[in-house]
């Protein structure tokens, strides 16, 4: 009589805005009742658990090929298995572009690797590493109205680097176009004087990663970023932030009204440059290789802080696993003469939420509206996908995570269901963990276990919120 084909009922629902009891009624995949005492064909008991928008991670990279024929762990079908297991029901994949590939065969090329294999919902942002004249002229324009809204620029890499000419064409037409570019900001040459000294010092273990991607030459180039976006008047988004110094260019940017969004991730707060040392620096450490680099106390304590107070709108994983061992991993013969030549980026997505919700809201650093804003609400409202994702209301898809706040157990790889064959984050005690998670009101992960067949599709997206407000 209500037609409702789902309801779960007794839980606590949580938004970015409040905290409520109320059941939840689902039907045709989206969420049609939000109440007390709903009926419908099937029920989830609820009680004792939080009820959350799935979680958004919007900084994955899958099935990306590497310069030098290392293999990446996740392709579609694991890494959203993945990420479904760890409380995700939307991820946000990179389309790269191959230098002298046009930008719509890239895409129609991971079209191809993520068709039939999704378990979450994805949706690519494009990676322009070569910004032709047809590429800026025509691909880009006509892409950004197909739905694909954002695009990230390296700072650094030799094989996906941009100049600062490149940049600003690229900034231009994305302000034309109302494209949000994400930025990843670090100074291409100082890092490679580092590397350089450091090698010459026979200083080549991967611990001294961490020294070659210092702070600042990531705090140069995030100003440099927010400079050339300041020029152009175009919103960006810089990723994958590290520490205080780069945090304080982004704070000094929005104190003179300027719009730039900021997104931090796990490792910043999980880890440090000491894990890079391995056992006694050996090659244990380029388990922790990623860029830019974990840093330190106080750089974690700026962390917190601007997770609190909204310096920071986003917390994404950077998931980027590569295996330790065996063929196509990061343990290579040239990896082991220099740390320049580990591969770069670590596993993360299933991982991610757990480990916010237990540094974070569990330790009380961060409230649980606070926690759902950074992992849900805001990457779908600065990524387009709101208010279809990222919130629980009438009419959005039924894209919910039930959360029991007081489980502890710990990271153990051997509960993960990524193609990696480590995580770095092993042995940590988390309370608060995944218990199950819906796609569009249907189960796609259970206490830690993906469910079910590939259910997940490909999202247009909107053009960003932030080209909207003021
Ligand atoms: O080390 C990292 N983060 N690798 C992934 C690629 C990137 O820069 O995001
Ligand atoms: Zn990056
Ligand atoms: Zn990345
Ligand atoms: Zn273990």
């Keep these: ?21 109320a059941d939840i009624g689902i ?33 994955v990279h899958l099935d990306q090929p590497t310069s030098d024929g290392t293999v990446m762990a996740d392709g579609f079908a694991s890494g959203t298995r993945s990420a479904a297991a760890g409380g995700n029901t939307t991820v946000l994949p990179f389309a790269l572009q191959i230098k002298g590939q046009s930008l719509r065969a890239c895409v ?31 691909e880009l324009p006509a892409l950004v109205r ?3 809204t954002s695009l990230k620029v390296f700072m650094t890499y030799d094989d996906l680097v941009l100049n600062d000419a490149q940049l600003l064409d690229v900034f231009e037409v994305a302000r034309r176009e109302r494209a949000l570019v994400m930025v990843h ?4 040459d100082a890092i490679k004087h580092l590397t350089r000294r450091l090698e010459d010092q026979g200083r080549t273990a991967p611990y001294y990663h961490g020294q070659a991607h210092a702070q600042i030459a990531e705090r140069e180039a995030t100003h440099r970023a927010i400079s050339h976006a300041q020029l152009i008047d175009v919103p960006i988004v810089i990723v994958h932030v590290s520490g205080r110094d780069p945090m304080e260019q982004i704070q000094w940017a929005r104190a003179r009204g300027l719009k730039v969004h900021a997104e931090t991730c796990p490792q910043y707060i999980a880890l440090t440059a000491e894990d890079l040392r391995g056992l006694n620096m050996d090659f244990e450490g380029a388990k922790y290789v990623c860029s830019p680099p974990p840093r330190d106390a106080d750089s974690e304590a700026a962390i917190w802080q601007g997770l609190r107070d909204g310096t920071f709108d986003l917390f994404s994983s950077d998931h980027c696993p590569f295996r330790i061992e065996g063929p196509g991993s990061k343990d290579n013969p040239r990896a082991r003469t220099s740390f320049k030549w580990v591969p770069n980026g670590i596993p993360g997505v299933e991982t991610r939420l757990p480990i916010l919700f237990s540094e974070g809201v569990s330790k009380g650093r961060i409230s649980l509206q606070r926690f759902v804003a950074l992992t849900s609400t805001n990457p779908a409202r600065l990524y387009g996908l709101y208010p279809q994702k990222g919130s629980i209301a009438i009419g959005a898809d039924a894209d919910l995570t039930l959360w029991d706040p007081t489980v502890t157990r710990p990271i153990c790889q051997a509960s993960l269901n990524h193609g990696c064959d480590y995580t770095p984050y092993e042995g940590m005690e988390i309370t608060g963990w995944p218990v199950r998670t819906l796609l569009r009101g249907r189960t796609i992960a259970r206490d830690g276990a993906p469910t079910g067949q590939p259910q997940g599709g490909h999202l247009a997206r909107a053009i960003s919120e932030t080209f909207e407000n003021g």
């Design 1 to 21: 009589m209500s037609g409702l084909d789902l309801v779960i009922a007794g839980g606590t629902v949580v938004t970015a805005a409040d905290s409520y009891a």
């Design 27 to 59: 039907r045709d995949g989206r969420i049609a009742q939000i109440g007390e005492g709903l009926t419908g064909a099937d029920r989830i008991d609820a009680s004792g658990l939080l009820v959350l928008p799935g979680g958004i991670d919007a900084h």
């Design 108 to 138: 129609e090329e991971y079209h191809r690797k993520a068709a039939g294999n999704c378990h979450t919902d994805v949706s690519f942002h494009l990676i322009v590493t070569d910004p032709t004249p047809q590429v800026l002229g025509q």
């Design 146 to 148: 197909d739905g694909y």
């Design 185 to 188: 900001a670090e100074g291409h």
